[in-house]
């Protein structure tokens, strides 16, 4: 990684909008990851495409977010997201997570997180950041290969980027996601891989469950240039568990 990986189609992206000037339309996206067939090929499709009405299921594991701001819990989708679930888990399993800190935060849209650049809350290279290339992680008995630090996209469960879901951040290139998500805090059903309404393919893999009122706390912080805090929001531990 060596350009940004991010959310790319805020409105205030467009060029007139009064938010426009917090993006620069200029940003480089990375390059393409490494061709990742062969990892599809590796995990079974086992999930329909279809559209999910979703209620808390009890055989989901939960993740517990402390940050500096309070706390937060999440569902994470491991029952229909399996591949980015597992992601997501073994990141915070390992410690990823831990002292990184929220990079991106636009009110009524959504806060980024993730960046391993982010351990220094004010680095110009938040936002560029992701896995070790060639790590891997299980996908039940699958070892799954992150080439050039990235997972391959998820496009099988058709749940909404609706308020308070999470969901991958990448270039808008192809299986570009990594390390890098956003929690929804607005409707933004454009970003969707199944709304064909414009090129976004951002897929969900949870949804906050308690502590709704820290995600809105974290939204409500001032903001400099590029969107970053002005007082950092860190992690100070991500951990996996069940409700």
Known sequence: FDQRTFVVDHPSRQLGHPLHSAFSTTTPLAAPAAAADIMFRMIPRAM?????????????????????????????????MPITSANFIDLAETGFYEGLHFHRV??????????????????????????????????????????GGNIPDEFEAKISNMPGTLSMANTGRPNSGGSQFF????????????????????????????????????????????DNPIEPVKMIKVTIGTK
């Open 48 to 80: 329909p495409r279809r559209l999910f009405s979703r209620a808390f299921s009890t055989k989901n594991p939960v993740a517990t977010f402390e940050t500096s701001m309070g706390s937060f819990k999440a569902e994470i989708f491991s029952d229909a």
């Open 106 to 147: 636009i009110p009524s849209f959504m806060l980024q997180f993730g960046c391993p650049n982010s351990k220094d809350p004010k680095s110009p290279m938040c936002g560029t950041g992701g896995p070790e290339a060639g790590s891997t992680f299980q996908v039940g008995e699958k070892t799954v290969v992150r080439e």
């Open 183 to 226: 929690i929804n805090t607005a409707p933004n059903k454009y970003l969707d891989f199944f709304d064909p309404s414009t090129p976004s393919k951002h897929p969900v893999f949870g949804k906050v469950i308690e502590g709704m009122e820290t995600v809105s706390a974290i939204e409500a912080v001032p903001t400099a240039r590029g």
